[in-house]
């Protein structure tokens, strides 16, 4: 309780002291919720076997459904989804955090360890300009603090992100599969703390396992963790550990980052710390991705699973 005492007691700064949100002046805001105003989505061309549906008015907030399913399948699927929509994210404003009660990440270094302090590398003007956008974004939200006096500072890499195949439509208005350009993705280069670090051989589960239960289910619906790693909160004493430099100045997290050679045993075991009592009856996890089965629509709908469905989505988006 001492530690979450500690974790509430900490004050954002304010952003007259955030070298990044300087160069913006007084237009700088506030992410807002999507719920309570929905953000403006390029939503991408689907395969014909999934259609969007929307939980809101003027086809917004968009969600991904099978486009085969019956009117009255819909309905009931669309009504669960508008009651919890609270705990869907469609921006990084609707992370709410877990609970510090629940699960926390320590960064523990092996003994005699003696901190580094990486330089900043040098960025283009594009890529700099990636990192400024992604840095008030993650200020917007309180992810990350400005911070002057860390004994830890680990460099910054701006990388493709990996996209991956999608499908779009060509000029004959016929979907086709095809690799999009590349966005970016800002990474910190924690090998250097990484490799102090005293390593979490938390397990991971067997795929086959997983899929060997799936087996004979005629349903399944898919959640996919939206920037789960965000959703953790660091432990007071180790945020500094998290410090990265970039030409906008130095800047720790409060919440778990990318690149942390612990990070996916912390959150598996957070995980299935919260759905221990689910995994392996009706869902399975495996990190951030949930796939919740069952024999027939009517079961996947019926009360008892919908109260457990319930309890899943207050328990993902419970408050830290």
């Known amino acids: 309780m001492e530690m979450v005492a500690a974790l509430e007691a900490l004050k954002p700064y304010p952003s007259t002291f955030s070298p990044l949100i300087e160069p913006l002046g007084p237009s700088a805001t506030h992410l807002t919720p999507s719920v309570v105003k929905p953000p403006k989505l390029e939503l991408k061309p689907l395969p014909s076997h999934l259609k969007y549906a929307y939980l809101a008015e003027f086809e917004t907030l968009p969600v991904i459904i099978a486009s085969d399913l019956t009117p009255l ?5 669309i009504r669960v989804l508008k009651e919890f929509k609270s705990a869907i994210g469609w921006s990084i404003a609707d992370i709410k955090g877990i609970s ?19 330089p900043q590398r040098r960025l283009n003007p594009h890529m700099k ?3 400024r956008a992604e840095g008030l974004k993650l200020l917007d939200v309180d992810i990350i603090y400005p911070i002057s006096d860390s004994k830890w500072v680990s460099a910054i890499h701006v990388v493709p992100k990996r996209i991956g195949i999608t499908v779009v439509k060509n000029e004959h208005k016929v979907l ?14 924690y090998r250097k ?3 102090y670090t005293r390593k979490d051989y938390f397990p991971m ?15 399944y619906w898919f959640l996919d963790g939206y920037s789960g790693y965000n959703q953790i909160v660091i432990a007071p004493e180790d945020q500094e550990k998290t410090t990265f430099t970039c030409p906008f100045g130095t800047f720790a997290y409060r919440r778990m980052p990318f690149g942390l050679c612990n990070a996916p045993a912390t959150f598996q075991r957070c995980m299935l710390a919260i759905f221990s009592d689910m ?10 991705d949930f796939s919740v089965f069952g024999s027939s629509f009517d079961i996947c709908s019926s009360i008892a699973l919908t109260k457990s469905f319930e309890d899943v989505f207050r328990r993902v988006s419970s408050k830290a």
């Not at 995994?279 to 951030?288: K, Q, S, T």
């Open 193 to 195: 703390l990484n490799s």
């Open 129 to 131: 300009e990636v990192v």
């Open 205 to 219: 589960p067997f795929i086959d396992q997983m899929l060997e239960r799936f087996a004979g289910h005629a349903y």
């Open 279 to 288: 995994i392996e009856r009706f869902i399975e996890v495996f990190m951030d």
């Open 73 to 77: 399948e819909e309905e009931k699927l």
């Open 176 to 189: 086709v599969q095809m690799r999009p350009a590349a966005s970016w993705r800002v990474c910190t280069d």
């Open 100 to 118: 510090p009660t629940m699960c926390m990440h320590r960064i523990l270094l092996e003994e005699g360890t003696k901190p580094t302090r990486e």
